[in-house]
């Protein structure tokens, strides 16, 4: 059974950084590409970030470019997400996504993690 | 970037049939995939590439795609059906993945 399960949410005053991680089971981590989405209070979803199986290509939204920063340690199954410069907007729900598809069919995400919490707060 | 628009809300009756439509220029272009979220839970794969439903997806759930507008299809509605619907894209142009603001489905 496929099971992602995210960690590292929490209060965090603006400007501040966080580190979220992500634990997956239940598949052979290194043969997909991974996600992180996420979804602010009362709001719709938000594709936030993206990497390879292989890390050789990585993907951000613009409303997190040179403040995020994607990773993955094949070797642990786990993928992060560091968050630098935090803003009151980026409080959300953060979701780890499995990446599924292909460059001719398109991508989507198959499986999903049940979220975590960051709260950007003074 | 690329844009899908998404009504904020649709009703239907129970029994009845839903549709939910996502907007895009040239979306029949793209593969479209579309998601469920109940209150307080994580999204759900409920259609994939345009018409495809994953294991355990009730064969209720159809969609479609052509032109500027994909939809998502919902036959004999029934009240556990009530949740958010969002649909979603690859946009190949900037490797970027995109989703529709969300459709609230009530069911009356």
């Known amino acids: 059974e496929v099971q992602l399960v995210e960690s590292g949410g929490g209060l965090v005053k603006p400007g501040g950084s966080l580190r979220l991680s992500c634990a997956a089971s239940g598949f052979t981590f290194s043969s997909y590409s991974m996600n992180w989405v996420r979804q602010a209070p009362g709001k719709g979803l938000e594709w936030v970030s993206s990497?390879?199986?292989?890390?050789?290509?990585?993907y951000y939204a613009d409303s997190v470019k040179g403040r995020f920063t994607i990773s993955r340690d094949n070797a642990k199954n786990s993928l992060y997400l560091q968050m630098n410069s935090l803003r009151a907007e980026d409080t959300a729900v953060y979701y780890c996504?499995?990446?599924?598809?292909?460059?001719?069919?398109?991508?989507?995400?198959?499986?999903w993690g049940q979220g975590t919490l960051v709260t950007v707060s003074s | 970037s690329y844009v899908l628009t998404q009504p904020p809300s649709v009703s239907v009756a129970p029994g009845k049939t839903a549709r939910i439509t996502c907007g895009g220029n040239?979306?029949?272009?793209?593969?479209v995939h579309w998601y469920q979220q109940k209150p307080g839970q994580a999204p759900v794969l409920v259609i994939y590439?345009?018409?495809d439903r994953p294991s355990g997806i009730p064969e209720r759930f159809s969609g479609s795609n052509s032109g500027n507008t994909a939809t998502l299809t919902i036959s004999r509605v029934e009240a556990g059906d009530e949740a958010d619907y969002y649909c979603?894209?690859?946009?190949?142009?900037?490797?970027?993945?995109?989703f529709g603001g969300g459709t609230k489905l009530t069911v009356l």
């Open positions: 590439y345009d018409s």
């Open positions: 996504a499995r990446d599924q598809g292909t460059v001719t069919t398109g991508y989507y995400f198959d499986y």
């Open positions: 990497i390879s199986s292989s890390s050789s290509y990585i």
């Open positions: 979603q894209v690859w946009d190949s142009s900037s490797d970027l993945r995109v």
């Open positions: 040239n979306i029949g272009s793209k593969s």
